[in-house]
């Protein structure tokens, strides 16, 4: 399933026999675990701490980083469905697991529907900034800045809702969650902001109305994301804790402004 990349069998170089070098040596050994120790500590800071699954889930982002892109066409038309319609997802919103080298391990996208994923929320910010252009065109207010300043709001949407995101699941107990993680689950919002976008372009009035609804689908996808990563993967806090609701709702009403936000169109 995961590709491993290894010694290609059948090819030998120039024999060499280096004269031995005591101290030389030392120093490689010394400095190459100094910097394992530095990548290691400060990925488990990044991606996450030592849990059952992210010491394997780490290790797999290192050795496996096209795991975020393993999708197919099933994959993304399931997947646009849980996002943009996530009251009619009837299914569990549970990661399905699989041993890998003696571990559990998560299953990637092209096999789990709620595994995280980076294809469509790159996808959708492309799409995003390309209908933004369209916009710009028929207001008649198209420029490269223009372009350029809507690209920025874009990337800082995106990064304001990892913090959101991340901020929660650290107020909570679950901060061990991967980043990357974490990033795909914020950059899903730019689907329900592409689609409105497309709508405004059809009937500018669209906006007032899908704009709302796609806020509460975002927010209803993110709550029960959001719940699975603290309730199934993590495990470290306590279930019915109300202080866990208020944040949720927050992370819920925080979906209107930001959508709001990215959506408007300013030269």
């Not at 490689?28 to 800071?45: C, F, K, N, P, T």
């Not at 990637?108 to 710009?136: K, Q, R, S």
């Not at 800045?145 to 874009?154: H, P, V």
């Amino acid at each position: 399933m995961y590709n491993n990349l290894g010694n290609q069998a059948g090819v030998q170089g120039p024999t060499i026999n280096p004269q031995p070098n005591p101290f030389g040596d030392a120093l490689y050994g010394a400095g190459s675990g100094l910097i394992r120790g530095s990548l290691g500590a400060y990925g488990e800071r990044f991606l996450g701490s030592s849990s059952e699954f992210m010491q394997s889930n780490i290790s797999r982002y290192f050795s496996n980083p096209q795991y975020y892109f393993q999708v197919n066409d099933q994959y993304v038309r399931n997947k646009l469905k849980v996002i943009l319609f996530p009251f009619l997802h009837r299914g569990h919103w549970t990661r399905i697991t699989e041993p890998v080298g003696g571990r559990l391990s998560y299953k990637p996208p092209v096999y789990d529907i709620n595994a995280p994923d980076l294809y469509i929320p790159f996808m959708a910010f492309g799409t995003y900034i390309i209908l933004a252009g369209f916009l710009f065109g028929l207001l008649g207010k198209f420029s490269p800045e223009a372009l350029s300043l809507q690209f920025t709001r874009g990337l800082a949407g995106w990064f304001l809702q990892v913090l959101i995101l991340k901020g929660l699941l650290y107020s909570l107990g679950g901060g061990e969650a991967p980043l990357l993680d974490i990033v795909a689950y914020g950059g899903y919002a730019f689907t329900g902001m592409s689609l409105t976008m497309l709508a405004r372009l059809c009937w500018s009035y669209t906006y007032y109305f899908l704009m709302p609804w796609m806020s509460l689908c975002m927010g209803v996808f993110l709550v029960k994301t959001m719940k699975r990563v603290l309730f199934t993967e993590m495990r470290s806090y306590e279930k019915h804790s109300s202080r866990q609701h208020y944040l949720l709702l927050f992370m819920a009403i925080a979906q209107f402004p930001l959508f709001f936000w990215l959506g408007k169109i300013a030269a």
